[in-house]
């Protein structure tokens, strides 16, 4: 946190999201034409500086995922831009995006479907190198060996398969392939949730060190809050598709603004028998992104709702600061 402090406001982001939006087409009728869209990511503007972990948070289903696979270019932006190191990646052509790849990377949510289980360990890990064209045959092997170490595994994985580990392993496993090319950013769709619990805070740790010996800036997608508050320094709340709340860590889970994020956090369960808060429970389902409601569309479950919720959206504004970070929360009023 003080490494992100220390920056204040300005300096220059290393990835900057503008107005970004992904809308998938929904194909209808004999033709199978398109004449709706399911809005995964609707308008989101976001910044991660060097060194810092921006973690996203938000129910299943409102986007987070798709932002994140944005982003890093496996899914192509439908509006917006996605600005890396003060250069637009967003329509950037395949051949001038390889060299820049390196730079991002991403570890992914499912440890056991994202390995090539044909794969050894030693050529799953070995596989970036080899797509950048970096070293030789030897030089590579000999990073690999690094890697295994780094991520705490034994040399002799490498002739192994993904199959012959535990869940835990698989992570580390797919850790040490998106750390192989020494990236600047590293995008984490739920890194842990395919864990158990305890194994979750190994990895959480390893990330967390990782970190501080690289300076890495993480973007951490997780619908655990708990998980979260662990490894951010900020912390945005996503709500169907947009950004509801974005602020410093502490802040948002000591003083929360939006009533959704409100409601997130009264759900933690706190280990404490004496402690008797109560829950917040959100009446109804999450809306249908093919169809979301006007105006605020968190509104139809608030239950602080009034007219003007249901008739203007209501824009990202700043209500508070602290130590150069501000708090912003898309809400028509002071809660």
Not at 193 to 198: G, I, P, Q, T, Y
């Amino acid at each position: 946190m003080a490494n992100l402090l220390n920056k204040g406001k300005a300096d220059k982001p290393l990835l900057e999201v503008k107005g970004l939006k992904m809308h998938f087409p929904v194909r209808q009728g004999v033709l199978m034409r398109a004449k709706i869209f399911n809005k995964a990511v609707d308008d989101v503007n976001l910044t991660v500086h060097q060194g810092e972990t921006l973690g996203i948070v938000g129910e299943s289903g409102c986007g987070k995922s798709t932002l994140g696979k944005s982003i890093i270019r496996l899914y192509k932006p439908t509006g917006g831009k996605v600005i890396f190191e003060g250069e637009d990646i967003t329509h950037m052509s395949a051949k001038r995006l390889k060299p820049r790849r390196r730079n991002i990377q991403m570890i992914f949510q499912d440890p056991v479907e994202s390995l090539n289980a044909r794969h050894t360990v030693g050529d799953i890990i070995e596989e970036p190198l080899k797509i950048q064209g970096i070293g030789d045959t030897a030089s590579r092997k000999k990073r690999v060996l690094e890697l295994l170490d780094i991520v705490g595994l034994q040399s002799r994985s490498t002739t192994r398969y993904p199959f012959e580990f535990s869940g835990g392993q698989r992570q580390r496993i797919g850790i040490a392939r998106a750390i192989a090319l020494n990236p600047k950013l590293i995008i984490c769709d739920e890194p842990v949730s395919a864990l158990d619990v305890s194994i979750q805070s190994q990895i959480l740790n390893l990330l967390n060190d990782l970190q501080r010996e690289m300076n890495l800036s993480y973007f951490f997608i997780a619908h655990d809050l708990a998980v979260v508050k662990h490894i951010s320094d900020r912390i945005a709340i996503m709500y169907l598709g947009k950004v509801v709340e974005i602020g410093d860590g502490d802040e948002i889970y000591k003083r929360q603004r939006h009533p959704y994020t409100k409601a997130l956090i009264s759900a933690i369960p706190i280990p404490d028998p004496h402690n008797k808060s109560e829950s917040i429970v959100l009446k109804g389902d999450v809306p249908s992104p093919i169809n979301p409601p006007s105006g605020c569309t968190f509104h139809p479950r608030c239950p602080f709702a009034q007219d003007i919720c249901k008739k203007e959206v209501p824009q990202l504004r700043e209500v508070g600061d602290k130590g150069g970070l501000p708090h912003q929360v898309s809400c028509h009023f002071d809660l």
